[in-house]
């Protein structure tokens, strides 16, 4: 690849990189919004229908999986520690810890369970 191609491919790569942090800073009122209403749904289902998460723990995984994604994705972006467009910030995460490793290897010993 000659010098021009390198600096033109650059070029397109950086724009849709500003592209990509423009979508997690604004896009759906951003990232750190859907991250505050991932763990607000978390929050009502703790309150409306804590029987429901005994039942289904894996579902507290499923959502501990996607925070743990849309963070990694604000960070990767670097999008940085900041409010949402409205100047709100993320509600800390409101569920336990690991529960997502743990469902995921749950979920695992059943399939071997049931091949087995």
Known sequence: MDRSMFVVS???????????QQLCR??????YKRIDENR???????SESPDLLRRC?????WIESQDRF????ARLVHVGD??????RRCRPW???????????RHLETA???RRA
Do not use: H, I
């Open 10 to 20: 650059v070029f397109r790569a950086f724009g849709r990189f500003s592209q990509l």
């Open 26 to 31: 604004t896009g759906e009122r951003g990232v």
């Open 40 to 46: 607000e749904l978390l929050e009502f289902l703790q």
């Open 57 to 61: 723990p894996w579902v507290e995984g």
């Open 70 to 73: 849309l963070v990694d994705l």
């Open 82 to 87: 900041q409010p949402d467009v409205e100047g």
């Open 94 to 104: 409101p569920g336990r810890e690991g529960v997502a490793d743990r469902a995921r």
């Open 111 to 113: 399939l071997k369970r």
